[in-house]
């Protein structure tokens, strides 16, 4: 049952304070209570962008945000964006650039607008149309819109909102440090969920597959958190966003083909708030960072209140939807060991670029001695039950030369179990898979 939660944050600056149900999200919260109507609900499934807001300078869709997850950040809306009477620069370009017709998506195009330019203020049109790739737009068109964020860049930047205000601590439903978060999972195991970025598990609620008043929200404890050069393997934690590891110089080294497939999920939006974590307790066959971490030997490290145990991914998932984690079981993090030299590639095959799930997912990692292939590793999303490895293929690899790709490319297509479904045949995703894996051979070699 839901309970009433204390929150609080800043919002355009302005210090709020106040009482929510554990059930009720920041875009309702934002809407109902504090009258902040520009972030619209469109899809409430992360699709459309219409609810985004900035979340400590970051795009989220507020539709997938819980309003207790808002306790100790600094909020911006569409609302705050005017300084007195004047406009904000890019409220402006949207008008001279006739970016607007209904206006029912440019709150959110404006304010994913304003976390690009914040972060990256002269834009190139790719980096543009990858600022608002999370964001829909039915009646413009966005040519005028990628116009008026391309015209805005340049402008000024203004001041950052802030500072925090300090925290509420709804803690029942939001515990602040691994220990209580594994206390209350243990009290409630079975009836209570953990909830990170939410941006899988608060769509299946809105399908009325669960509850959101049973969700326990993990985002606030920082055991979760991180990445770090640890004794021979580099460490990433659970809660780390998609965002955070694809600017992660650390995996870019250690694990080059995982900043890749973070880099193709969703969009900055979805990449903003979901996590790794949140990526592999899902146990979706096509979850983009699985063939990535397979492809890194990378080993899953699970907790409870009364144990740790360390599970290496390829004995993680058992099936569509399965995997060995327990109810009362949170992932800390995932383990890779550090090789030097390691280079990568993550290529997949989605309906279209932004927004899409993987049809079919290719990861390869290796290294090189003297020129010549030493250790290769090849994964794959969506062709089997779970994400598997190729070992034929990889043996093919091994060889190298233009004979070695030939006869992987070969292997693989017998190596995969795709079947067909609404998305995509067997045998296309089975011509796809060696497909996929020459090009990524050759994206690595090129590296
Ligand atoms: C529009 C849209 C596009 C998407 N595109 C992609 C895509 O291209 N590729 C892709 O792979 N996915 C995609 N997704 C799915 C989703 O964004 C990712 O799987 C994301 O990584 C989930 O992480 P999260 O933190 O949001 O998980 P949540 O939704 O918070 O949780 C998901 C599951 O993980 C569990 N969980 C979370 N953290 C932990 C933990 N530390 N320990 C134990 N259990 C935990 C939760 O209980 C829940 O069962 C998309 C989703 C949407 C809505
Ligand atoms: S309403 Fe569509 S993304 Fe939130
Ligand atoms: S202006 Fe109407 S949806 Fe974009």
Redesign the pocket.
């Known amino acids: 049952m839901a309970e009433t939660l204390e929150v609080a944050f800043t919002v355009n600056r302005r210090p709020v304070r106040l009482r929510v149900g554990s059930d009720r999200r920041l875009l309702d919260v934002l809407r109902e209570d504090l009258r902040l109507t520009g972030a619209k609900e469109g899809c409430g499934?992360?699709?459309c962008g219409a609810c985004t807001v900035l979340v400590d300078g970051e795009a989220a869709d507020s539709c997938l945000m819980m309003a207790c997850q808002a306790d100790g950040a600094v909020l911006e809306t569409i609302e705050g964006l005017a300084d007195g009477e004047s406009m904000h620069p890019l409220q402006e370009a949207f008008i001279e650039e006739g970016g607007v017709q209904c206006g029912i998506c440019i709150p959110g195009m404006v304010l994913a607008g304003k976390a690009l330019l914040d972060r990256e203020p002269r834009p190139d049109p790719d980096a543009i149309r990858e600022g608002l790739a999370g964001n829909l737009c039915r009646c413009t068109g966005y040519t005028k819109i990628f116009a008026a964020v391309a015209r805005a860049g340049g402008a000024p930047v203004r001041a950052r909102p802030g500072p925090a205000p300090a925290a509420a601590s709804p803690g029942s439903q939001r515990p602040r440090s691994l220990e209580a978060a594994l206390e209350l999972l243990s009290m409630h195991a079975g009836e209570v969920?953990?909830?990170?970025?939410?941006?899988?598990?608060?769509?299946r609620a809105r399908d009325g597959q669960l509850s959101r008043a049973t969700l326990l929200d993990?985002t606030a404890v920082p055991e979760?958190r991180g990445i770090e050069e640890r004794a021979g393997h580099l460490w990433i934690g659970?809660?780390t966003t998609?965002t955070e590891i694809l600017r992660s110089p650390l995996v870019a080294r250690y694990v080059p083909a995982l900043p890749q497939a973070c880099a193709?999920?969703?969009g900055p939006q979805?990449r903003n708030?979901?996590?790794v974590?949140?990526?592999l307790?899902?146990a979706?066959p096509?979850?983009?960072?699985a063939p990535a971490l397979f492809a890194a030997d990378a080993v899953v490290e699970l907790v409870s209140v009364s144990d740790r145990r360390e599970v290496p991914i390829d004995k993680f998932f058992t099936g569509p939807g399965r995997s060995v984690?327990a109810p009362d079981e949170?992932?800390l993090g995932v383990r890779v060991p550090r090789r030097d030299g390691v280079r990568g590639a993550f290529l997949r095959l989605g309906q279209r670029r932004a927004?899409?799930?993987?049809k079919v997912s290719v990861a390869v990692a290796m290294t090189f001695r003297d020129g010549r292939p030493d250790w290769v590793r090849v994964a794959l999303g969506a062709v089997a039950p779970t994400v598997i490895r190729a070992p034929q293929a990889e043996g093919a690899l091994r060889a190298g030369g233009h004979e070695g790709l030939r006869l992987a490319r070969e292997a693989v297509r017998g190596e995969v179990r795709p079947i067909d479904d609404l998305r995509s045949t067997s045998e296309y995703r089975r011509e796809m898979a060696g497909l996929l894996l020459e090009r990524a051979v050759r994206r690595l070699a090129e590296a």
């Not at 096509?286 to 960072?289: F, V, Y």
């Not at 927004?355 to 993987?358: E, K, V």
């Open positions: 499934k992360g699709e969920r953990p909830l990170a970025g939410g941006t899988d598990i608060l769509v993990v979760l659970a809660g998609h193709v999920i969703g979805i708030r979901g996590t974590g949140g990526n307790a899902n979706s096509a979850a983009d960072t984690l949170l992932i927004q899409a799930i993987s």
